[in-house]
């Protein structure tokens, strides 16, 4: 992919923030002046202090991966990067786990695609995550989201045993989605981990998980816990004695560093703060006043339309949306206005 001379020095109009952790913040929109070309900014000029070397170590692990694998089908274009961030193409796309792709050319096309970021010297290292994999509107394989690539200057046991993992992580993308198309030596991979692999489970990734969870505030959700039932009732019946509050709709989301967080949607026209007044302990984490809640045509709440929302999960909620376009005037004010910007999942 090429791009045109003025296009490193456009103006970046921002339209949707995905995500936000104290590492960056994922920004998409597009550049003023080319409104074919849609970008994502991972923007870190708002970065806390003390997250700020390892924010740009990450960053320039993403700008070296992004410049070697450029001109790679199914990779994005690094277009700029300066003190603001880093400014990319954007991928179009389907997540894997939306997309579960049960063909067997998509899985050829990802192969390509690693046989060729191989010969560039790269691995990517965090493919093991579904949604780091994209099958892009024509049936092809893209990949997302190099802060942990690398690049490697010689071809030695190392970057071997890297790419090997690579491979095996897609093979791990194959068997939850089309396990029938697994060959028998693909099998063999998937039960025999490389050294390191085995090395890392056992001594540094309980060192990582006790960082990103503990002191970075990290979460995957863990210990999901039904607050829905055990605190509902009682901040329902608060909340709906004031006459201004119409409905509330309470869902669930993974808190920082362990646990589960509840997100009260409320049907109002008062503030975020008059809520909270009127809260019983233990209070929401958020809370969300809103004009008018989604519901169906039998006037019942979009419960699952809500969920996504608490949990960020824009991808699902655009292709709900597409499916689904009447939703979009009840739906796109509540997605702007979102408290939950993390990428964490709930996981029971």
Same mark, same amino acid.
């Given at each position: 992919m090429?791009?045109? +001379?003025?296009?490193?020095?456009?103006?970046?109009?921002p339209?949707?923030?995905?995500?936000?952790? !104290?590492?960056?913040?994922t920004?998409s929109?597009?550049?003023?002046g080319?409104?074919?070309?849609?970008?994502?900014?991972?923007?870190?000029d708002?970065?806390p202090?003390?997250?700020?070397?390892? #924010?740009?170590?990450?960053?320039?692990? @993403?700008?070296?991966?992004?410049?070697? /694998?450029?001109?790679i @089908?199914?990779?994005?274009?690094?277009?700029?990067?300066d003190?603001?961030?880093?400014?990319?193409?954007w991928?179009?796309g389907?997540p894997l786990?939306?997309?579960?792709?049960?063909? #067997?050319?998509?899985?050829k096309?990802?192969?390509?695609l690693?046989?060729e970021m191989?010969?560039?010297?790269?691995?990517?290292?965090? !493919?093991?995550?579904p949604?780091n994999?994209l099958?892009?509107p024509?049936?092809?394989?893209a990949v997302?989201?190099?802060?942990?690539?690398?690049?490697?200057?010689?071809?030695?046991?190392?970057?071997?045993?890297m790419?090997?993992?690579?491979?095996?992580?897609?093979l791990k993308?194959?068997?939850?989605?089309?396990?029938?198309?697994?060959?028998p030596? @693909?099998?063999? *991979?998937?039960n025999h981990?490389?050294?390191?692999?085995?090395?890392?489970m056992?001594?540094a990734k309980?060192?990582y998980n006790?960082i990103?969870?503990?002191? *970075?505030?990290?979460?995957?959700?863990?210990?999901?816990?039904?607050r829905v039932?055990r605190?509902?009732?009682?901040?329902?019946?608060?909340?709906?004695a004031?006459?201004? !509050?119409?409905? /509330?709709?309470?869902?669930?989301?993974?808190?920082?560093?362990?646990?589960?967080?509840?997100?009260?949607? /409320?049907?109002?026209?008062l503030?975020?703060d008059?809520?909270?007044?009127l809260?019983?302990? +233990?209070?929401?984490?958020? *809370?969300?006043p809103v004009?008018?809640l989604?519901?169906?045509?039998?006037?019942?709440?979009?419960?699952?339309?809500l969920q996504l929302?608490?949990?960020?999960?824009?991808? @699902?909620?655009?292709?709900?949306l597409e499916?689904?376009?009447?939703?979009?005037?009840?739906?796109?004010p509540?997605i702007?206005?979102?408290?939950?910007?993390?990428?964490? *999942?709930?996981?029971?």
């Open positions: 090429t791009i045109a +001379p003025d296009i490193p020095n456009a103006t970046f109009v339209e949707t923030v995905h995500k936000r952790d !104290i590492f960056s913040e920004i929109g597009r550049l003023d080319h409104p074919d070309m849609p970008v994502v900014l991972r923007k870190l708002g970065v202090l003390y997250a700020r070397p390892i #924010a740009w170590y990450l960053a320039r692990k @993403e700008i070296r991966g992004l410049r070697a /694998v450029r001109g @089908e199914g990779c994005p274009l690094l277009i700029r990067a003190k603001v961030g880093l400014l990319r193409s991928t179009k389907t786990q939306l997309a579960k792709p049960s063909d #067997a050319a998509w899985y096309d990802a192969k390509r690693l046989r191989r010969r560039a010297g790269v691995t990517h290292n965090d !493919i093991a995550k949604q994999w099958m892009t024509g049936g092809r394989a997302i989201d190099f802060q942990l690539a690398s690049v490697h200057r010689r071809r030695g046991r190392l970057f071997r045993t790419a090997r993992e690579d491979l095996r992580h897609l993308q194959k068997r939850a989605y089309a396990p029938d198309l697994l060959t030596s @693909e099998h063999r *991979m998937l981990k490389a050294l390191p692999a085995r090395v890392w056992a001594t309980p060192a006790f990103t969870r503990r002191l *970075m505030n990290w979460s995957d959700g863990e210990g999901t816990e039904d039932e605190e509902g009732p009682a901040l329902r019946t608060a909340l709906m004031h006459p201004q !509050i119409t409905d /509330v709709a309470l869902c669930t989301y993974a808190l920082a560093a362990k646990g589960v967080g509840l997100y009260a949607f /409320v049907e109002t026209d503030l975020a008059d809520l909270r007044a809260a019983p302990n +233990p209070r929401p984490e958020l *809370m969300q004009a008018q989604p519901r169906r045509a039998d006037g019942t709440l979009r419960l699952d339309v929302i608490a949990t960020n999960r824009l991808d @699902e909620l655009a292709a709900m499916s689904e376009p009447t939703l979009g005037d009840q739906v796109k509540l702007a206005a979102r408290l939950n910007l993390t990428d964490r *999942m709930l996981r029971s």
